[in-house]
């Protein structure tokens, strides 16, 4: 499974409570769709760093 797809996939179970693919497009962004708050944004970065082995920095953190 690709590295989008694991993203993919993580974020439409554990958040949008659905399998269908349809539900999240690619160029959606997290916090204007009110997919994700800050906290989910969080947890998010901790998925990625734990499932390939990252580190994400906090001032990468920053928008």
Not at 12 to 36: P, R
Not at 41 to 49: A, D, G, M, S, T
């Amino acid at each position: 499974m690709s590295s989008e797809a694991k993203i993919r996939n993580y974020i439409l179970e554990n958040y949008l409570f659905t399998d269908d693919e349809s539900a999240l497009d690619s160029a959606d962004s997290f916090l204007d769709k009110g997919i994700l708050d800050s906290t989910g944004i969080l947890e998010v970065i901790y998925f990625l760093e734990d499932e390939f082995e990252i580190k994400v920095e906090d001032t990468e953190m920053c928008a």
